[in-house]
């Protein structure tokens, strides 16, 4: 069953602020948890992931955020760009299995 | 120079058909995977094979059959078609172990 879920569906954000999008995960065994990006018309694009023993990780202008007391996964986008507007999943991805996507929020970068 | 690709990308056909949808990746991966995406964007794994033997296979009606011919292709075919099976279906491609799977582009299904 599903086990990675999102607090919001949809998120709008003027062009050049920070965006942050939530996630909560209720399986404690993963070993990693995964961004993906969705574009309009195409297959979900790897991001970033975390292990399970960090608590934060950056890449390029994008920050993960683990709290693993609260179950809580969240992804920072900084100086948001219209390139930005897609769908995001979180993901958990447990061992040998594979991964597992949550429900996704639209990111609408407003110009 | 597509990793990951799949065809049809668009397939529309009435119920009751049976229909393929092909997927091929270059990337020397050993794992390849299909999950269908709903109308709600949900993404739910469907199958997952190894080396061309299939290690996962999630609650999927016996109507799909997936099959892998070697580790660089892994086609799914549905028998009998019903309109529930609308989706869109993607196609993935990891090494085993490995964090990072690769998407194809998917094929959009729409039963009518």
């Known amino acids: 069953g599903e086990s990675v879920g999102l607090h919001l569906p949809t998120l709008s954000v003027q062009e050049g602020d920070n965006s942050i999008i939530n996630c909560a995960y209720s399986?404690?065994?993963?070993?990693?948890f995964i961004w993906y990006k969705q574009e309009s018309g195409k297959g979900p694009q790897f991001i970033i992931d975390?292990?399970?023993?960090?608590d934060k990780r950056q890449g390029q202008r994008v920050t993960v955020l683990l709290n693993k007391t609260v179950k809580h996964l969240s992804l920072q986008i900084a100086a948001t760009q219209p390139g930005d507007s897609a769908v995001y999943f979180c993901?958990?991805?447990?061992?040998?299995?594979?991964?597992?996507f949550g429900k996704g929020t639209r990111l609408s970068v407003i110009a | 120079d597509t990793a990951v690709s799949q065809t049809p990308k668009y397939l529309v056909t009435q119920m009751g058909n049976d229909k393929s949808i092909k997927c091929e990746q270059n990337?020397?991966?050993?794992?390849m995977y299909w999950y269908k995406q709903d109308s709600k964007k949900f993404l739910k794994i469907m199958f997952s094979?190894?080396?061309?033997?299939?290690?996962i296979n999630e609650t999927v009606p016996n109507r799909f059959s997936p099959k892998s011919p070697d580790k660089a292709h892994l086609n799914l075919h549905i028998n009998s078609l019903e309109l529930g099976d609308s989706a869109v279906y993607f196609c993935?491609?990891?090494?085993?172990?490995?964090?990072?799977?690769?998407f194809g582009q998917g094929t959009r299904l729409t039963v009518v």
């Open positions: 993935a491609s990891s090494l085993l172990g490995q964090i990072e799977a690769f």
């Open positions: 399986n404690s065994a993963s070993d990693y």
């Open positions: 975390i292990r399970s023993n960090m």
């Open positions: 993901a958990e991805k447990p061992r040998n299995t594979p991964l597992v």
């Open positions: 990337l020397g991966h050993d794992t």
């Open positions: 094979y190894n080396n061309k033997e299939l290690i």
